[in-house]
């Protein structure tokens, strides 16, 4: 697969995503993907906000546009970038990747692509596990809003699964919130 500069690439999932090309989205996806996991191997931080910034973009589109496959693996590469922003401990670009990812889910759910937000879900979950004792309560506040805002778009739109799936993360933040205090 041939790989992209980062201007290109951007363009070209924009570009793909409002023709319905999902090859050449996913090519642009990859090619973001690996611009933003150098970028936090080299622990330039603002860079690979940037680019998390822009593989969000392209996700949004594909979410709106019901590319649901799109949609998936853009969800998958903000998770695989989370766990590198974690392993860095580039705290920034973690907050980037997991509201990204709940962002996705919602609007996965608002547009009825229940399998994306339910992988939204589940991604969010993983994240919150990678440390959920260290986070602060801004983040823990911030990780229960996108669990509820997936939660409320899938129930209006029926998918009881995804909703299981944000309760379920809203309980599991609530265990740990709850072990916290004296």
Known sequence: MIT????E?????????????ESRAFQALDSLTGIAADFLSENEEADAE???????????????REMELVTI???????????????????????????????LGKTAAVHSLEAGSKVAATTLMEIWNFFPEQWDQEKVIAFSLLFKEIGISAAKHNMEDVVL???TGLGEIGKKVAAKKP
């Open 4 to 7: 992209l500069n980062e201007a």
């Open 9 to 21: 690439a951007v363009e070209v999932s924009l570009s793909a995503v409002d023709e319905g090309d």
């Open 50 to 64: 940037r680019v998390i910034l822009s593989i969000e973009s392209g996700a949004q589109a594909a979410a709106e």
């Open 73 to 103: 693996n853009s969800i998958l590469s903000l998770g695989k970038l989370a766990r590198k922003a974690a392993d860095k401990g580039l705290e920034s670009a973690l907050d980037k990747t997991f509201i990204a990812t709940g962002k």
């Open 165 to 167: 799936s944000a309760v």
